[in-house]
């Protein structure tokens, strides 16, 4: 990724935030410092960069993605890996129909290295199962790699960093779908029309290098708003209908 590209996509990140309302936009001295490792780092860590391409022989190849996991593990492209526990590089089906994103870890997924393991990721293998999938048919992964202090928003610089990482799975992956979950992980996958933020947005068909996307609500957003998850169901029953996959029915809990 070129030094321009990546001013590109963090000038793109600011005027998204100013659309949706943001008094102010500002920069940090520490994140254009890790702005500036990330773009030295990709100068001369070459595979990090680059899309590995799946040959004809290996679909979805398992080795692939532990290759790219281990890389992930010695990350050190941004601020966010002096403060990691473990890196979270997702887990899953090797060769999903589809591939859940979400924005980062937690302290949950921060301690077991694992993606969507608190009560989100809970809430999250419900709303696989009610699809009818397990979280081993699917796969499950985060725009960064390592968990945001206080659980904040990733900063552009550190999603910047860590997009060649998630470029690098969905080559390797190739699902059908991509179920963006919330605000944060639509920005870092597409650029989102001017005006519109994820309520506005879900439900609506967009794509990511060729593969349709749905954006939708993250689960953390449904623990506090549960009057949403229709909203979510929706989407999802798009996403099966899409895939000529039938519409399980849902069981209510008591």
Request: glycine residues 10%.
């Amino acid at each position: 990724m070129s030094l321009g590209q990546v001013l590109d996509d963090l000038s793109k990140y600011v005027e998204l935030q100013m659309d949706e309302g943001t008094s102010s936009a500002k920069v940090s001295e520490d994140v254009m410092g890790g702005l500036k490792g990330a773009v030295e780092g990709q100068g001369s860590q070459e595979p990090v960069t680059e899309a590995a391409p799946k040959t004809s022989d290996s679909p979805g190849s398992g080795a692939d993605l532990e290759r790219i996991a281990l890389e992930i593990s010695e990350c050190k492209l941004c601020q966010l890996h002096s403060s990691r526990t473990k890196t979270v590089p997702g887990q899953g089906s090797p060769s999903p129909e589809i591939m859940f994103v979400g924005e980062g870890p937690g302290a949950d997924e921060d301690k077991a290295g694992l993606a969507f393991v608190g009560r989100a990721g809970q809430l999250l293998t419900r709303m696989i199962e009610a699809m009818g999938y397990t979280r081993e048919e699917v796969f499950i992964g985060n725009i960064v790699k390592c968990r945001p202090p206080e659980n904040r928003a990733p900063e552009p610089a550190e999603m910047i960093a860590c997009m060649p990482y998630l470029k690098r799975q969905i080559a390797a992956l190739q699902p059908r779908v991509i179920v963006a979950l919330g605000a944060t992980a639509v920005k870092g996958l597409v650029e989102m029309p001017k005006g519109m933020g994820i309520t506005k947005l879900r439900g609506t068909w967009m794509s990511f290098e060729g593969i349709d996307l749905m954006p939708t609500f993250h689960p953390a957003y449904l623990l506090r708003n549960a009057n949403m998850k229709k909203y979510v169901w929706e989407d999802l029953k798009t996403v099966l209908h899409h895939l000529g996959r039938p519409i399980p029915e849902v069981k209510k809990r008591g």
